[in-house]
Each structure stands twice: as structure tokens, then as C-alpha cells.
């Protein structure tokens, strides 16, 4: 750790202890962004992907496994049997990774995985993940995805709650409801974590 720095500075970590989080980047989700914020996003979380690969940083692709259903005392599991599940039984692309995003067909770098969760659950730092970031050595995540006041906020607040320290990038975020993404990401998040760019944000990735 830099000796000016402090254990919750994100500066005070190396690219060797950060990782790259995308979250819920699924196809139907992406679909749902209006332009220009839409050409925004891609822009914003490309350029995020292009510089943690180009750096071998950890990449965590974080998505929602639609073949499975909520925990049975989830209350997202009304609507998800009443209007999502039928949405993916029928079109389980739907549920894919944004294509742009996916790591290659061809097998990923090892530093570059994929991790799944049941849906309705917010925070994608599910036992197997943390167990997976602890071993890697990772203090420090980058999180970039889809909805700001879903996976977002439940993985950043349970994040800073077992000790990670969290950047949210807010040009690669985005929330069906543009006041409540306003809010969180000026007011409610920079209380536990830091709110950057994806320009700042790649720096991280270099040292």
C-alpha cells in the first residue's frame, strides 16, 4: 500500500488486487436502455473491458441464472413467475450476456470468469464468488452494470459490508428509473464507495 494512501482509497490498491465486475449485462436488460444513454453505456463499459484485458485484470462477468428460479421466499418470485419466466422459457437468449460483453467462445484468459446466482437475488458476492476474490487476492472491485439500484447497490453495499472497497461506474450503469440512478449514484453511494467514470476508473487497471 502506498504510504500515502488509506485502506479505503482504491488508490491504495494495485491492478493485481482489483477486479473488474460486471453486472447483469443480460440481453433483455440491455434492450431496455433508450439512446443515447444506451450508446453511452456500451461505450463506457467497453472501454473498461478493453483496458482491464489489455491489463490481465480479474473480469467477473455476473449474471442471473433465468433456468432457475427465485428462492421461494423472495417476493420477486410473484412477478418472475408471472411475466419473466414465461419471457425466458420462450427466448432463453434473453438471458445470455450482452454479446459485446461475453467472454470469447473460445475459452476465456483465466483471469476472466463467469458466475451465476438465482434471480431476484441483488448482491451477485454470492459464497463461491467472495471465496473466489479472497484467494485471488482482490481488495478492491470495480463494479459496472445493470439496474444502479438492483445488482449495483446490492453488491456494493454488501461489499464495503465484508470489507472490499468499491468503485461504481456510473456511465456504465443504468436504471430503468433515471431519478433513482441520479440519487444513488450523487447521494446514497459515495457514502460507502467511490463514484467514477470509466475514464478514472481505468487507471486503477494500470497502477
Known amino acids: 500500500m502506498p504510504s500515502n494512501t488509506t485502506a479505503y482509497d482504491p488508490a491504495a490498491y494495485p491492478p493485481s488486487q482489483t477486479a473488474l465486475m460486471f453486472l447483469d449485462y443480460e440481453n ?27 491489463h490481465n485484470i480479474a473480469i467477473l462477468h455476473c449474471l442471473s441464472d433465468t433456468s432457475l428460479n427465485p428462492p421461494p421466499t423472495n417476493k420477486a418470485s410473484a412477478t418472475w413467475d408471472a411475466q419473466f419466466k414465461p419471457i425466458f422459457s420462450a427466448n432463453p437468449e434473453l438471458g445470455a450476456e450482452y ?3 461475453a467472454p470469447a467462445s473460445d475459452g476465456a484468459a483465466s483471469h476472466e470468469t463467469v458466475h451465476t446466482r438465482l434471480p431476484g437475488l441483488r448482491s451477485v458476492l454470492q459464497d463461491d464468488v467472495v471465496l473466489y476474490l479472497r484467494r485471488r487476492g482482490i481488495n478492491h472491485l470495480v463494479l459496472a452494470g445493470i439496474a444502479t439500484s ?44 467511490y463514484v467514477s467514470s470509466a475514464e478514472q476508473a481505468v487507471a486503477y487497471f494500470s497502477g
Do not use: Y
Open 28 to 54: 433483455i436488460l440491455v434492450s431496455m436502455v433508450p439512446s443515447p444513454t444506451k450508446e453511452t453505456l456500451i461505450k463506457a463499459a467497453e472501454t473498461l473491458l478493453s483496458a482491464a484485458r489489455k
Open 99 to 101: 454479446a459485446a460483453f
Open 150 to 193: 438492483g445488482a449495483i447497490m446490492g453488491t456494493m453495499s454488501h461489499g464495503t459490508d465484508i470489507n472490499f472497497v468499491v468503485t461504481v461506474v456510473a456511465d456504465a450503469c443504468w436504471d430503468p428509473t433515471a431519478q433513482v440512478h441520479a440519487d444513488l449514484i450523487d447521494t446514497v453511494i459515495p457514502s460507502l464507495a
